[in-house]
């Protein structure tokens, strides 16, 4: 499944780059928008489980383990053209963006 052309260059999260907000964000954006790749839907119940159930180093390093890997099923979904990422230019935005930006 590939997300339609009306998501080429949309944003996601602006104006942060915690973690826990642009997941939140990534949480509203597949919810508004009932986007129903079960990777994507896998991967935000384990972020949501792990997140309850641990504390720790090793509960961080499994946290950003899901979401480093949240973000590259979204990349598989992005429009043609796009890529899943931080935008070059403001790294604060993330999103589908066309083309090819360094991570």
Known sequence: MRL???FVNYTISDYTCKRDDVFDAICT???NNEIADEAVTDLIDEYNDVKESQIGEEFEVNLQDIY?????ALD???PK???FCAHE???TMVGFWNGEYDE
């Not at 480093?68 to 590259?72: E, G, K, R, V």
């Open 76 to 78: 598989n979904i992005a």
């Open 68 to 72: 480093d890997d949240l973000w590259n």
């Open 81 to 83: 053209g796009c890529i």
């Open 4 to 6: 339609g052309q009306e």
């Open 89 to 91: 230019d403001d790294p």
């Open 29 to 31: 954006f597949v919810s």
